[in-house]
């Protein structure tokens, strides 16, 4: 029982690093969509305005998108917080994981 738990976490983290890298893909590929930029362009220093060329609205934009693309939500705060690529990503990153909490206790609410 002990060596299926193992395996059993062992599979679980393997499949979390796989989704992060499915959802840094994913996020790169709504910035460079939307902004117009290459992929090489979104390094985690990045700044959204003077590197990657937003505009006042293009977070506001990119954010909706996100939104749309991974059921989550960003307050005006977050959004006015992305100067950089790699905030983006992490914001969208702690996102999912606020997701994934709340939906693992609604489940043990049932």
């Not at 395996?7 to 679980?12: D, N, V």
């Not at 959802?23 to 460079?32: A, L, N, P, R, Y």
């Not at 305005?49 to 307050?75: H, Q, R, S, Y």
Request: a negative charge.
């Amino acid at each position: 029982m002990e060596n299926e738990n193992i395996a059993k976490e062992s599979c679980q983290e393997h499949f979390k690093e796989g989704a992060d890298n499915n959802v840094d893909e994913q996020v790169k590929e709504i910035v460079c969509d939307h902004l117009c930029v290459r992929p090489e362009q979104c390094i985690p220093q990045a700044h959204i305005f003077d590197d990657l060329g937003a505009d006042d609205l293009d977070p506001i934009e990119l954010c909706m998108a996100l939104e749309v693309k991974f059921g989550v939500c960003f307050t005006d705060d977050d959004v006015s917080g992305l100067t950089t690529y790699e905030k983006l990503l992490n914001l969208v990153k702690e996102k999912l994981a606020e997701k994934e909490r709340l939906t693992k206790v609604n489940e043990n609410e049932v």
